[in-house]
């Protein structure tokens, strides 16, 4: 079975900074998936690669996918509170997710 | 508002009682998910419809625990006899087929804000 491996499990940073955020497969990635989630709450998509080399960017989140496509980074640009939550990365399979077990982001002002 | 409904969005419940919970997917979504997280986890597959018919299921998903997508639209997830580790956040996600070249494809996984489960 396919598991993923997420680092840091926890990451606090000082507004402003910049941070990225790491996802291993132990198999080829098919599609990676990079969501958000707030405490208690569903989670929110952010965005999918699925070939090697891709990199996708919404506002100041950037996600990257390694030309052997076990690897994903997510990398923020100049964090803001707003950024606060977990993010999850998550392999596509035929039927369903598998996710990482998720990083924790804390922004402090 | 469009998204994927969850209700309830919390349920406390003692040991040993039977608990429902319920799911509305984005209209015209075919495919249908539930994950269940427990604190510090990523979601974990319980199972899946694609309209009415459960196409897979956990082996997280034991005999207690039963889902249906009657017509294809809202999906219910009971879970029968709680136990204490049964309590966890139950995500219901779905999913639209997406026709590519010929070939259908499935991409982006919407998901609800979640049913949080507490067994006491």
């Known amino acids: 079975s396919q598991e993923l491996e997420q680092s840091p499990q926890s990451l606090i940073v000082q507004e402003g900074k910049n941070l990225t955020i790491n996802c291993t497969s132990s198999?080829?990635?098919?599609?990676l998936y990079w969501y958000k989630q707030k405490y208690g709450e569903g989670l929110i998509f952010l965005m999918m690669?699925?070939?090697?080399?891709e990199e996708k960017s919404h506002e100041k989140i950037t996600a990257k996918l390694d030309e052997k496509k076990q690897q994903s980074s997510l990398h923020i640009t100049a964090s803001q509170p707003s950024h606060a939550g977990i993010y999850l990365c998550?392999?596509?399979?035929?039927?369903?997710?598998?996710f990482g077990t998720g990083t924790k982001l804390q922004v402090i002002p | 508002d469009t998204g994927v409904s969850q209700d309830p969005r919390h349920k406390i419940t003692k040991r040993g009682q039977n608990v429902t919970f319920r799911c509305d997917p984005i209209?015209?979504?075919?495919?249908l998910y539930w994950y269940r997280q427990t604190l510090g986890q990523g979601p974990e597959f319980l199972t899946y419809?694609?309209?009415?018919?459960?196409?897979?299921k956990s082996r997280l998903l034991s005999d207690r625990f039963s889902a249906e997508r009657p017509k294809g639209s809202f999906s219910t997830l009971e879970i029968q006899r709680t136990e204490q580790g049964d309590s966890a956040m139950y995500l219901c996600a779905s999913n639209p087929r997406v026709a590519s070249g010929g070939k259908s494809s499935y991409n982006e996984q919407f998901f609800g804000p979640g049913t949080r489960l507490t067994v006491l």
């Open positions: 419809f694609q309209n009415e018919a459960q196409l897979e």
């Open positions: 690669l699925q070939k090697g080399g």
């Open positions: 209209s015209e979504h075919n495919r």
């Open positions: 998550g392999a596509r399979g035929y039927q369903k997710v598998t």
């Open positions: 198999k080829t990635l098919y599609g």
